[in-house]
């Protein structure tokens, strides 16, 4: 296809665009703002980057929020990789369409709900709210999306592969080590990079689970908007939209490799 | 010579692989039905049949990845009941290579010999041996997708191979080739077997690739074995109507036996004016039977003027159509009853004066002994 766009065409999705990134990119132009005033623009400078880092609360904020992040993140990918194993490698077995439903049901359930549930679950088992159950709470909220990404590498893994590693000597627990794992390993990355950026930006979950010394970044950065805005808040979100970009990115070029290569090596 | 090799006309030689009365079921569907076979050692033996006959079950039985419903496998005297494939000595070339993408030449074809905890030193021998055996020295540290449909196929057989196995299963080894390369690979493949003196077994729906590697053919269908013999009796004697027409061309003309003379069987069909004269001697049968008489194109002959009283099975037609196919050319014929018959004609000569026509009326003989009656 080398037909060219139409001023339609460019039109709509100029205005497309623009729709959805002209507010961010606002906040970021404005996080380089010298004035104090949030709406009026007073020269260029990054001094509230240099506050934000000296700002205590927020750093800690910062600070949970990365370790919570990664703890989840990396349960969530265990327990996603399994589950998409099963899912994809025991065929037919009874409840197999519950069971995906329910793997699925995250991705679609309001957050809200899903916090709220969490949250009376806790009270119900007695655990205290803090650090643990929001860590938890973020793993049950991105498991599925780690399953999605795995799952669908799985569904072009020659089998055969197996197959040939065991004909050659390696016994089971081998064969997933020498020849699975490897193979899939670029979309089980790109599902730990998807469930670390869902945990890092992740507010209401969190604010439902969340206790004391728990803080995290989006909460701290929602309670500060309300006593009124400033433009530490506007930069600590340049940062914040920097990383979940970059996680972004990153686990669709992994991805759509790792999909790639299964495709190149099948023929 | 090769000729000479028959360890399964010895009824002392003990086979190297022995089926006994296996049954394959995968719920209702039986894919293999009461299979018994023997292989014996050194052997290149071919599985042939139709795709779903139950060929590639019954590799997958030996290899170890699936496990009969009934009977026992044998492999030298041991039976395999239970053993997982990665304890049997015998290796798999995989229909798609199934090559490892995340290792290189060489890594791939140590991998079963990594597993077998060989020393570093000895590993290395077997595979610069393995890669002088298949012509890839030069491309040991490529990786699977840097190399061509061929390179992989050479590769995958040298990882099969690596591991010395009793048996070598290849499962349709050639059918990822173009035809030229098909071709060539066919001789190496059986220069590769001949010179390591191994058990090959192949599965194949290609009669042709059959024909030309193997001792013996088990032509299968439905989960059965319908005929184990070299492929010059499989050619010459088939069985059935099934084998005949699956191996090779074939004429079938359907009648009923009249009486032997002479050991000569008559057999009266619609096709033919006069009562067909075969020579089968070996069948039995009776007055009146239904029998299917098969002959091979290449065994009519096809002329224009009428044969003299002394010919015998002459079948009249017209030239229907004709394909010039270089080395043959095959003609189309069509008798009075609609049927149409295949016969083809060796092109011995480059000029031929006033050669045989579309639509010509033309007479189709073939000799008593060109044909074989199969009982319906």
């Not at chain 1, 104090?36 to 509230?48: A, E, N, P, Y």
């Not at chain 2, 009519?300 to 270089?326: C, F």
């Amino acid at each position: 296809m080398t037909r060219r766009l139409s001023v339609f065409n460019v039109t709509s999705l100029v205005l497309g665009f623009a729709f959805l990134y002209l507010p961010i990119l606002l906040l970021v132009i404005y996080s380089f703002n010298a004035s104090r005033l949030v709406t009026v623009w007073g020269g260029f400078s990054t001094q509230w980057y240099g506050a934000l880092f000296r700002n205590q609360a927020l750093m800690e904020a910062a600070w949970v929020t990365l370790r919570i992040a990664l703890l989840s993140a990396s349960i969530a990918t265990v327990l996603g990789t399994l589950a998409a194993l099963a899912l994809t490698r025991y065929g037919r077995f009874t409840g197999r369409t519950l069971f995906t439903g329910m793997i699925y049901a995250p991705m679609v359930m309001p957050e809200v709900i899903t916090g709220l549930s969490l949250l009376l679950f806790f009270v119900a088992i007695d655990l205290d709210r803090g650090f643990w159950t929001v860590t938890l709470a973020h793993t049950t909220l991105t498991m599925c999306f780690v399953t999605v990404v795995v799952q669908s590498r799985l569904m072009t893994f020659d089998r055969s592969l197996e197959e040939a590693a065991m004909d050659l000597g390696a016994p089971p627990l081998r064969t997933f080590f020498a020849v699975t794992l490897p193979l899939i390993a670029p979309s089980i990355v790109a599902g730990f990079l998807l469930a670390f950026t869902l945990s890092l930006d992740d507010l209401v979950i969190a604010s439902f689970n969340t206790g004391p010394g728990a803080t995290t970044l989006p909460i701290r950065i929602y309670s500060q908007v309300r006593l009124g805005l400033s433009p530490e808040i506007n930069a600590a979100s340049t940062i914040l939209i920097g990383l979940v970009t970059l996680g972004v990115i990153s686990a669709t070029l992994l991805s759509k490799r790792s999909v790639l290569r299964s495709q190149r090596n099948a023929h | 010579m090769r000729r000479t090799f028959a360890p399964w006309a010895d009824p002392q030689a003990k086979p190297l692989i022995r089926v006994d009365n296996v049954t394959k079921r995968f719920g209702d569907a039986v894919a293999v039905d009461h299979l018994t076979l023997d292989i014996f050692e050194g052997e290149f033996f071919c599985l042939l049949g139709p795709s779903g006959c139950g060929k590639t079950t019954l590799m997958r039985m030996l290899a170890g990845f699936e496990y009969p419903t009934e009977g026992v496998i044998t492999l030298a005297g041991q039976s395999l009941e239970g053993v997982p494939p990665y304890r049997r000595p015998v290796n798999m070339m995989f229909q798609s290579y199934a090559l490892f993408p995340h290792m290189s030449v060489e890594k791939n074809i140590a991998f079963g010999l990594k597993q077998d905890g060989l020393p570093k030193p000895e590993i290395a021998d077997r595979v610069g041996e393995m890669l002088r055996l298949v012509q890839l020295e030069k491309l040991a540290k490529r990786y699977p997708s840097q190399l061509s449909g061929g390179q992989r196929q050479r590769v995958a057989l040298a990882r099969a191979l690596a591991k010395r196995p009793k048996v070598l299963l290849l499962d349709e080894p050639l059918g990822a080739l173009d035809k030229k390369l098909r071709e060539e690979t066919q001789f190496e493949l059986m220069d590769i077997q001949h010179e390591l003196g191994m058990t090959f077994v192949v599965v194949t729906h290609d009669q042709e690739e059959a024909m030309t590697m193997a001792d013996r053919i088990a032509v299968m269908d439905h989960g059965r074995i319908v005929q184990v013999a070299d492929p010059g009796e499989i050619y010459e004697q088939p069985k059935t109507r099934f084998i005949a027409e699956f191996v090779g061309d074939v004429n079938i003309l359907e009648g009923h036996v009249m009486g032997q003379e002479n050991g000569l069987w008559r057999v009266k069909t619609a096709s033919a004016e006069t009562p067909l004269t075969i020579d089968d001697p070996d069948e039995v049968l009776h007055s009146g039977q239904a029998v299917a008489i098969a002959v091979r194109p290449e065994k009519m002959t096809i002329q224009r003027e009428k044969p003299g009283p002394e010919a015998v099975n002459v079948l009249t037609g017209e030239v229907w159509d004709i394909g010039y196919l270089g080395d043959w050319t095959v003609y189309r014929i069509k008798l009075a009853t609609g049927e149409i018959l295949r016969v083809s004609r060796a092109n011995v000569s480059r000029f031929v004066e006033s050669p045989i026509d579309w639509d010509e009326q033309v007479y189709v003989t073939f000799e008593p002994g060109a044909a074989v009656i199969l009982a319906e």
